[in-house]
């Protein structure tokens, strides 16, 4: 497997890809393809810590990081990262290639002096990969709640130091619906169905620890 910097040309299968990987996951049909399509060109956007998996020459799996807001109550704001989608073709999943990914642009996020991730996730997928509750480190929405999905991992141990941090996300993750139904009416249809685990999704996305 190579692992290296997304091109140009890449574009059309990690879109291929991110589609596959989540339609019908969280609900009917997905918008994440359309996300991929959209953060390039947003300000927000990293291309440093845009990676493909290569396996034989083949695109099977790609990771993307938008910069992100911590804000403290003093309204001290911390530059952080999150990443998403990250998506792995159905065929190649539970493979260790998400994994690898994961642990490979952390390592360059580091070295680009960023210290925090906080991504939105089921935490049995994310915990072994050293992800928290958020709980455990203040941070909170500017609700000032703290979703069971909201995760938070440390890239230099002790830089969150327990005060309380607000949570924002770039402008780029608010995404049309409407405008992400037309972008995937230009594409092969696929079946929109509906699933258990989007029930599951919608119930731990709906959850807060007190």
């Known amino acids: 497997m190579l692992i290296r910097n997304e091109t140009e040309a890449d574009y059309k299968a990690v879109e291929e890809l991110t589609r596959k990987?989540?339609?019908?996951?969280?609900v009917?049909?997905?918008?994440?393809?359309?996300?991929?399509?959209i953060m390039r060109g947003h300000e927000d956007f990293i291309p440093e810590l845009d990676f493909v998996a290569e396996l034989d020459g083949k695109v099977i799996a790609n990771i993307m990081y938008t910069k992100a807001k911590l804000r403290d109550e003093q309204g001290t704001e911390k530059e952080i990262l999150t990443f998403g989608?990250?998506?792995v073709l159905p065929?190649?999943?539970?493979m260790g290639y998400g994994k690898a990914l994961i642990e490979h642009s952390f390592e360059q996020a580091v070295k680009l002096g960023y210290d925090v991730v906080v991504i939105f996730g089921s935490p049995v997928n994310y915990v072994g990969r050293g992800f928290k509750s958020c709980?455990?480190?203040n941070i909170c929405l500017p609700s000032e709640k703290f979703p069971s999905a909201m995760l938070v991992?440390?890239?230099?141990?002790?830089?969150l130091d327990g005060?309380?941090?607000f949570y924002s996300d770039s402008p780029v993750m608010n995404v049309s619906e409407e405008e992400a139904q037309r972008f995937d009416n230009t594409l092969e249809k696929m079946e929109k169905k509906h699933l258990p685990c989007q029930e599951d999704f919608y119930?731990?996305?709906h959850s807060f620890i007190e």
């Open 203 to 205: 119930i731990m996305s």
């Open 85 to 87: 989608p990250i998506s």
């Open 163 to 165: 005060r309380k941090w």
């Open 21 to 26: 990987a989540f339609y019908n996951q969280y």
């Open 91 to 94: 065929e190649y999943q539970r």
């Open 135 to 137: 709980k455990r480190y």
């Open 153 to 159: 991992r440390e890239l230099q141990t002790g830089v």
């Open 28 to 37: 009917p049909g997905c918008t994440e393809h359309y996300l991929v399509h």
